[in-house]
């Protein structure tokens, strides 16, 4: 083969494997961290409130879990930064990042209010935190996470 080719393709798989790098980079980042822990918090509230026998077991529990989820959504608001950089094409990507992140504040701490009242059953439970769940799907529609599988 012809020395230029040689080098040609030579260049092309190193920049292939340079680009898979960069892609395989890119799934860790302070973001990704703190949305594994918000995803095991979240994990965590929606076994709770899932049947009576969990609910009494974990309804002590629940208020000091969804106030650490609250410390979670307030970290989340301060890596706007992160979150701007890898959204692509979105309008005002800072502007919606605070709102999106203070309503999920907002509606996990009225979920908060909700569980710390020992008169809340089961069943009020989860249906008080089904706006929380939507607080998610909100911002991942804004910023093009995909969902399935959490
Ligand atoms: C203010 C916006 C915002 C809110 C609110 C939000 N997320 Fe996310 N979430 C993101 C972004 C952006 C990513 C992509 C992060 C990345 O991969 O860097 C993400 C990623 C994730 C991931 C994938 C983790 C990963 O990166 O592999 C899970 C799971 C997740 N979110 C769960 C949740 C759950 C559950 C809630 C609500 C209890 C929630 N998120 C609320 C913005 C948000």
Redo the contacts with the bound molecule.
């Keep these: 083969m012809n020395r230029k080719w040689i080098v040609a393709i030579a260049t092309m798989f190193s920049f292939s494997a340079l680009v898979a790098g960069l892609s395989v980079a ?11 822990k ?2 095991v ?3 965590a ?1 929606k076994k709770a409130t899932r049947s009576k026998v969990n609910y009494a077991k974990a309804q002590k529990e629940l208020p000091a879990l969804v106030e650490e ?1 609250v410390k979670l ?1 307030k970290d ?2 301060e890596l706007s930064k ?2 701007v950089k ?2 692509k094409n979105v309008k005002d990507a800072e502007k919606q ?1 605070a709102e ?2 203070d ?2 504040t907002k509606e ?1 701490e009225k979920f908060h209010v909700k569980v710390s009242d020992t008169k809340t059953n089961a069943e009020q439970a989860k249906s008080a935190y089904s706006p ?2 939507q ?6 529609d ?6 399935d ?2």
């Excluded at 607080?135 to 991942?140: A, I």
């Excluded at 804004?142 to 969902?147: C, H, I, L, P, S």
């Design positions: 890119d799934e860790g980042g302070p973001l990704h961290d703190l949305m594994e918000v995803n918090k979240n994990g509230i989820l959504s989340a608001k992160d979150a890898k959204a990042w999106l992140s309503a999920f996990l929380v769940s607080s998610c799907t909100k911002c991942h804004v910023f093009r996470v995909e969902e599988g959490f």
